[in-house]
């Protein structure tokens, strides 16, 4: 956003630490803070079929630092942290079909990896700024749309159980401990570095992929499911003035684009875009049937008022953008061989 432009300055020479940093939002944030002159170190288990991907940080390999190492190491994180004045804390479990399957993993990670975060902090840098990046899982079955902070959580699974759990810590060393923490709960968000060999997460650029597959994408139920999506960039400058922010320390903030869509929809857009795929309506799958909590559209009107930022990007933009990206990069990203994929 523009009125945060001037305060970006802060951010060269910062020291910055992201967790995740090779997924798809760490990698995306990288290009950015590198953009900006900040010394930017980047965390990653590079775990099997997660978001991790060197390619993402093509064009900046040699200006930010690497360290493969995993959230729930204490003295690696104990010594990763000291010094730095950001941490963006993105790493995680994020399928929601394999919270089912191996719930163990989601605490273990997105709940001890964040605990060990937090004490790391108390112990070695209790003034560091610490963002936080939950889902809009954490809300469950919505009562009403548009969905504040202040509506009921009653998540539907593992995933985003834990991501409430992480958050709540969070707050509690806001409370207790003095850091300055903040929770984010984003929606779908979709574009360029995204993981693109499965379909656990992130149904926008899997159907994207599909398309220019040109494969069939199933839509389960009837498509009628409402759902907003944002894109990377929105999400990433959301990350940056939410952490510069000083009031929003403390606070639990949406982020998202406002404008719901139907899957049905959703899909139609990028057929239209690509000009390729079709659309097979498809029962839902048992996994996906215990999961599924209906309707989402966030109102976000919380973090405009604190941190003054709100989505920009309509949605064939960003997807047009997005689409020209794996064009460009398709072989760094998916085999041509869907069937083979998903063995």
């Not at 630092?65 to 010094?83: G, H, S, T």
Request: glycine share 8%; charged share 20%; hydrophobic share 40%.
């Amino acid at each position: 956003m523009a009125s945060t432009t001037i305060q970006y300055e802060i951010f060269k020479n910062a020291r910055v630490l992201i967790t995740g940093g090779l997924g798809f939002i760490g990698s995306n944030l990288a290009h950015r803070l590198v953009h900006l002159g900040a010394k930017v170190t980047l965390v990653d288990s590079m775990l099997p079929l997660y978001g991790g991907n060197l390619f993402n940080l093509e064009g900046i390999q040699d200006q930010v630092k690497i360290n493969y190492c995993d959230i729930r190491d204490r003295p690696a994180m104990d010594y990763l942290v000291k010094d730095q004045d950001f941490i963006f804390h993105l790493a995680g479990q994020v399928s929601h079909v394999d919270s089912v399957l191996d719930p163990f993993n989601d605490v273990d990670i997105n709940v001890i990896g964040t605990l060990v975060i937090l004490e790391a902090l108390r112990k070695n840098n209790p003034n560091a700024r610490l963002i936080f990046t939950g889902t809009r899982g954490q809300y469950g079955a919505s009562i009403n749309l548009p969905v504040d902070e202040q509506a009921p959580t009653n998540p539907k699974g593992m995933y985003a159980i834990t991501n409430l759990a992480a958050e709540k810590m969070i707050l509690m060393y806001f409370d207790v401990h003095d850091i300055k923490g903040v929770s984010l709960r984003i929606t779908n968000t979709y574009g360029p570095r995204h993981q693109m060999k499965h379909n656990r997460y992130g149904v926008a650029n899997w159907f994207l992929r599909l398309a220019m597959d040109d494969q069939t994408i199933p839509l389960m139920g009837s498509g009628e499911i409402l759902r907003d999506y944002m894109y990377i960039e929105d999400l990433i400058e959301a990350l940056l003035a939410t952490s510069l922010c000083d009031k929003s320390y403390g606070e639990v903030l949406n982020v998202g684009n406002g404008v719901g869509i139907t899957f049905k929809d959703l899909a139609q857009t990028i057929i239209d875009l690509t000009g390729k795929g079709r659309i097979k309506f498809v029962p839902f799958t048992p996994e996906r049937k215990i999961l599924e909590p209906g309707d989402y559209v966030g109102d976000y009107s919380k973090i405009k008022k604190i941190v003054g930022w709100e989505a920009t990007t309509e949605l064939s933009k960003g997807f047009k953008t997005s689409l020209n990206y794996y064009l460009l990069n398709r072989e760094h990203y998916w085999k041509p061989d869907y069937e083979k994929d998903m063995k």
